[in-house]
């Protein structure tokens, strides 16, 4: 169960059990966060917390093993990014940009400062000739512009 209190900003994620076999210690994935924010720059705070009782980041089976999740409390900045500004430079998408991303694929350049931004055509994590060739057509044959989405 997830509520997000957009008033608040803060979001709270709840299980109902189930009879599921458990998963064992150390083992496996409970949750994954994934985030979209627009013209926002600053920080994003991830932390737990605890409400009454105080057990409620105690998972329990009737075996007599306990869980207890490793949860890793911490910030991270919030960068704006413009999917073309390879060079992350502002807003601006230009003949730089191509050419980085020319260098980086074919003469072992630098990696893009944030390869997010270097990633146009699609979600695949994978910066090949065809973002080069989305960034040509929308600079030079008015192709479509490289709009932000999401990047998983």
């Keep these: 169960m997830v509520s997000p209190d957009t008033l608040e900003h803060e979001v709270l994620i709840g299980l109902i ?3 599921d076999p458990p998963i064992p210690p150390t083992q496996g994935l409970f949750a994954t966060l ?3 924010l627009t013209n926002m720059t600053g920080v994003v705070q991830i932390d ?7 057990n409620h980041l105690l998972f329990t089976t009737t075996e007599p093993e306990g869980y ?3 949860f890793i409390a911490g910030e991270f900045p919030v960068l ?3 999917p073309g500004d390879v060079t992350f430079d502002g807003e601006k998408r230009d003949l730089e940009d191509v050419l980085y991303l ?3 694929i074919y003469k072992a350049g630098p990696a893009p400062p944030h390869p997010i931004s270097a990633e146009i055509t699609e979600p695949d994590n994978i910066i090949d000739v065809e973002d080069v060739l989305y ?3 929308y600079l030079y044959k008015f192709g479509p512009d490289p709009n932000p989405g999401d990047p998983w």
Excluded: A, G, K, Q
């Design 34 to 36: 994934c985030f979209t």
């Design 80 to 82: 704006p990014y413009w």
């Design 102 to 104: 020319v260098n980086y």
């Design 68 to 70: 207890h999740p490793r």
């Design 135 to 137: 960034l040509v057509n």
């Design 48 to 54: 737990s917390i605890f409400f009454s009782p105080l």
């Design 17 to 19: 059990p189930v009879h």
